[in-house]
């Protein structure tokens, strides 16, 4: 699964606050997630964490706003 830094996870089960959607802080053989409706930051395995992925709203590509309208 193809998850970057910036991306928003959204997750089958809430965190315990209510929010099930989290910002990817940090990818690897784990991840650093943020809650987006409390701030609370964890570590997950990357295992445990990609089978409890619902969908990913991937993040606009920092390039993209770079490029110049063709006339």
Request: hydrophobic residues 40%; positive net charge; aromatic residues 2%.
């Amino acid at each position: 699964m193809d998850v970057r830094v910036s991306d928003i996870l959204v997750m089958k089960k809430q965190h315990p606050c209510g929010g099930n959607r989290f910002l990817v802080l940090r990818s690897g053989m784990d991840f650093k997630i943020r809650c987006l409706g409390c701030g609370h930051e964890v570590m997950v395995a990357r295992s445990k964490c990609e089978k409890n992925i619902k969908s990913i709203i991937r993040a606009p590509h920092p390039d993209a706003a770079k490029e110049e309208p063709v006339l």
